[in-house]
């Protein structure tokens, strides 16, 4: 997405504004967005900064935001790379996959004003990782039937049973270990 | 064929094959952003995993098979002049974001220049193919072939609830950028955009102007482009796209229709006003230029001006770019310079077609 204000640089802030009920989508780039701190400045708020954009957009209470700045001074920092929700929330970007674990639960809300609502994904899944999915639900299935058998006291067909899934576990875990 | 060409031709083979409502889209393009797990994101990876993450790619496309399928050049930006990155931005081909990076970044390029993949740009990697005229499902499958055939060389970073993971969560899930380039002179003149931009964004999609050298808009050129990438599949992305363009084809028309009917001489007059300042200027600006180009495409679409090539504006406007422009005159160029230089070109391309045509 490129900036609304210079059509050059990458936008790194996307928010929401609301003027009298009129809702704005505003995407910018940082050198835009401090050099037009007046344009941008909501129209409750005081002035414009960086920080409060992303907390307009996250649309939290003043009191949740700041929990969060306070837990996340001390507790939300990426173990693997080492981002902090703070710089996330003033550069707009993530420093590695990792992230989205570690901020999951600012993040869901976010995801959701930024994508219609929606916070899980419904596109297309890499072809290996979509052969361990499709085991993973028919081992979860194969289960349930292994249960059934115990309580019916169908053993040879436990047994069977077990058997089966114990050769689809060996499969799961070799295509694991080849992508690692 | 000599990398060469990348830079002094301005207009990608692709641009040149007949498409499907080639009238009013000008070209389809499909943008799928990927990562690498076990690399860190661009915003924070090392130097030294900037190179990793090019030799990585560099490898994957050096087998054979997908060398010879899709004949990529490999284009470090490091290597490249400033003017041949502004050109390669001016055709589309790199981001601007790439371009002006400092993470090592790399572009495999194919020769017709339909297929582009960005290395270390925001993402790891940004698939990107470019069709003419509306071909968002045949663009979104070549996206996916070449997609697919990565995949079996790396692991991307993939999480079952929120899908391919990007640096910007604008990106994550389908990490899916599609958008279409529209001509719309009709519905400008009819001032009926106004009311139309807003009820589309309303739909979930953004749309822009085109921009050139400062911010004026050129040559009633739109982008619209979807904003979400997560909780809809590719597919869905990209018919939902489909159908609102297919209404905005629809509405250019009537609008034409209408221009037509009620004032056919204004419409004419305008049309060849235009023809006769291209044809005629010594000096021209950007913005003047391109609408002229804007009245002289349209006046081709309604068959005034015949012996003209329909791809005339597309062309026009890459190659009237400052990037273009001082490689065509082989040097750097002050503003006023870049005005005559237009001028010229523009005048020089439409003398070549009328001869050719
Ligand atoms: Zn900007
Ligand atoms: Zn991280």
Same mark, same amino acid.
């Given at each position: 997405m490129?900036c609304q204000?210079c059509?050059?640089r990458?936008a790194?802030?996307h928010f929401?504004?609301?003027i009298?009920?009129e809702?704005?989508?505003?995407?910018?780039?940082e050198?835009?967005?401090?050099?037009?701190?007046?344009?941008?400045?909501?129209?409750?708020?005081e002035g414009?900064?960086i920080?409060?954009?992303l907390a307009?957009l996250?649309n939290?209470?003043p009191?949740v935001?700041?929990?969060?700045?306070?837990q996340?001074?001390?507790?939300?920092s990426?173990p693997?790379?080492g981002m902090?929700?703070q710089?996330?929330?003033?550069i707009?970007r993530?420093?590695?996959?990792d992230c989205?674990?570690?901020?999951?639960?600012p993040?869901?809300?976010?995801?959701?004003?930024?994508?219609?609502g929606n916070y899980l994904?419904?596109?297309?899944?890499?072809?290996r990782?979509?052969?361990?999915?499709?085991?993973?639900?028919?081992?979860?299935?194969l289960r349930?039937n292994l249960?059934?058998?115990i309580?019916k006291?169908e053993?040879e067909?436990?047994?069977?049973?077990?058997?089966h899934?114990?050769?689809?576990?060996?499969?799961?875990?070799?295509?694991?270990?080849e992508?690692? | 064929?000599s990398q060469d060409l990348?830079?002094s031709q301005?207009?990608?083979?692709w641009?040149?094959?007949?498409?499907?409502?080639?009238d009013?889209? /000008?070209s $389809?393009?499909?943008r799928?952003?990927?990562?690498?797990?076990h690399y /860190?994101?661009p915003?924070?990876?090392?130097?030294?995993q900037?190179?990793?993450?090019?030799?990585?790619f560099?490898?994957v496309?050096?087998?054979?098979e997908n060398t010879n399928q899709w004949?990529?050049?490999?284009l470090?930006?490091n290597?490249l002049?400033?003017?041949?990155?502004?050109?390669?931005?001016?055709?589309?081909?790199i981001?601007?974001?790439l371009a002006?990076?400092?993470?090592?970044?790399?572009c495999f390029?194919s020769?017709?220049?339909d297929? &582009?993949?960005?290395?270390?740009?925001?993402?790891?990697?940004?698939?990107?193919?470019?069709?003419?005229?509306?071909?968002?499902?045949?663009a979104? &499958?070549?996206a996916?072939?070449?997609d697919?055939?990565?995949?079996?060389?790396v692991?991307?970073?993939?999480d079952?609830n929120?899908?391919?993971?990007?640096?910007?969560p604008?990106n994550?899930?389908t990490g899916?950028?599609?958008s279409v380039?529209?001509?719309l002179?009709?519905?400008?003149?009819?001032?009926?955009?106004?009311?139309? *931009?807003p009820a589309i964004?309303q739909?979930g999609?953004?749309v822009r102007g085109?921009?050139?050298e400062g911010s004026?808009?050129l040559g009633?050129?739109f982008q619209i &482009?979807?904003?979400?990438?997560?909780?809809? $599949?590719?597919?869905?992305i990209?018919?939902?796209?489909n159908?609102?363009?297919?209404?905005l084809?629809?509405?250019?028309?009537s609008a034409?229709?209408?221009?037509?009917?009620?004032?056919?001489l204004?419409l004419?007059?305008?049309?060849?006003?235009?023809?006769?300042v291209?044809a005629n200027?010594?000096?021209i600006?950007s913005?003047?230029a &391109?609408?002229?180009l804007?009245?002289v495409?349209l006046?081709?679409?309604l068959g005034?001006?015949?012996g003209l $090539?329909?791809?005339?504006?597309?062309e026009l406007i *890459?190659?009237?770019?400052?990037?273009f422009l001082?490689k065509y005159?082989g040097g750097?160029?002050k503003?006023?310079?870049?005005d005559?230089?237009r001028?010229?070109?523009i005048?020089?391309? /439409?003398?070549?077609?009328?001869n050719?045509n």
């Open positions: 490129i204000q059509e050059m990458p790194t802030l929401t504004k609301i009298n009920g809702k704005t989508e505003m995407h910018v780039c050198q835009c967005a401090s050099e037009n701190g007046d344009t941008f400045s909501f129209s409750n708020q414009f900064s920080n409060n954009l307009g996250l939290l209470d009191a935001t700041e929990n969060y700045k306070q996340s001074q001390e507790v939300l990426c693997t790379c902090t929700y710089k996330f929330a003033k707009g993530f420093g590695c996959a989205y674990k570690t901020f999951e639960r993040l869901i809300p976010f995801l959701k004003r930024l994508h219609g994904h419904h596109g297309k899944i890499p072809a990782i979509a052969s361990n999915l499709h085991l993973k639900k028919e081992l979860q299935a349930l249960k059934e058998y309580e006291e053993f067909k436990a047994a069977e049973l077990r058997d899934i114990r050769l689809l576990e060996k499969k799961m875990n070799e295509s694991r270990e992508e690692a | 064929m990348f830079f301005p207009v990608s083979s641009m040149r094959q007949e498409a499907s409502n080639s009013i889209v /000008l $389809s393009r499909i799928l952003a990927r990562n690498l797990t /860190l994101f915003t924070l990876f090392s130097k030294e900037a190179v990793e993450v090019v030799r990585v560099e490898q496309f050096q087998k054979s004949n990529l050049h490999l470090k930006m290597d002049q400033p003017l041949q990155k502004q050109v390669l931005v001016e055709k589309h081909l981001s601007p974001n002006e990076g400092d993470n090592d970044g790399a390029l020769e017709k220049e297929l &582009s993949i960005m290395v270390n740009e925001e993402d790891h990697l940004r698939i990107q193919c470019l069709f003419p005229g509306l071909q968002l499902s045949e979104l &499958s070549t996916n072939k070449v697919n055939w990565i995949e079996k060389y692991d991307y970073a993939f079952e929120r899908g391919y993971l990007t640096s910007c604008t994550v899930g899916l950028r599609a380039m529209m001509h002179p009709a519905l400008v003149m009819t001032r009926q955009i106004h009311r139309i *931009i964004n739909l999609l953004v085109i921009y050139g004026e808009a009633n050129i &482009s979807n904003q979400m990438t997560l909780g809809k $599949s590719e597919e869905d990209v018919a939902d796209l159908s609102v363009v297919q209404q084809i629809t509405q250019e028309h034409r229709d209408a221009l037509f009917k009620t004032s056919r204004e004419e007059d305008r049309v060849y006003r235009s023809y006769g291209l200027s010594r000096i600006e913005k003047e &391109s609408q002229c804007s009245d495409r006046g081709i679409d005034y001006i015949k $090539s329909q791809n005339i504006l597309n *890459i190659m009237t770019q400052p990037g001082q005159s750097p160029l503003p006023q310079e870049r005559i230089k001028a010229t070109l005048r020089e391309r /439409l003398t070549i077609n009328k050719i």
